[in-house]
């Protein structure tokens, strides 16, 4: 079993920052990639950046230059960096790790919000 936890969601006004952090733990032999996905109201999930256990990172293009994501393999964590935060980016964050290459793990969502 393993368990994924985000933390670090809340209310920023626009052009604020946030850090978002999850924590993979349980039964885990090989975690590869990590990455954090949203979902808006009425939206399907997107994904938002993902790294693998060697550091190689993607972003989805409107994050691009305002995110940066990063991850600590001793702690099995991984944390996303939101810089310059915009109202489009409010949604549910969720964290996503995959185990043994192929298994994928998803934390509960952390809701970030971005409004005046």
């Known amino acids: 079993q393993v368990q994924v936890v985000e933390s670090g969601g809340g209310l920023v006004q626009p052009g604020g920052s946030l850090r978002l952090s999850c924590a993979a733990s349980?039964?885990?032999?090989?975690?590869?990639?990590m990455g954090w996905y949203r979902q808006a109201p009425g939206k399907l999930r997107d994904v938002v950046a993902t790294?693998?256990?060697?550091?190689?990172?993607n972003y989805a293009d409107s994050v691009k230059g305002r995110f940066s994501i990063s991850r600590d393999n001793r702690k099995n964590t991984v944390y996303l960096q939101m810089n310059s935060l915009k109202p489009e980016d409010t949604a549910v964050y969720y964290c996503?790790?995959?185990?043994?290459?192929?298994?994928?793990?998803w934390g509960q969502g952390t809701q970030v919000t971005v409004s005046s």
């Open positions: 790294i693998t256990s060697g550091g190689s990172t």
């Open positions: 349980g039964s885990i032999f090989s975690i590869g990639a």
């Open positions: 996503n790790a995959v185990v043994a290459g192929h298994v994928n793990y």
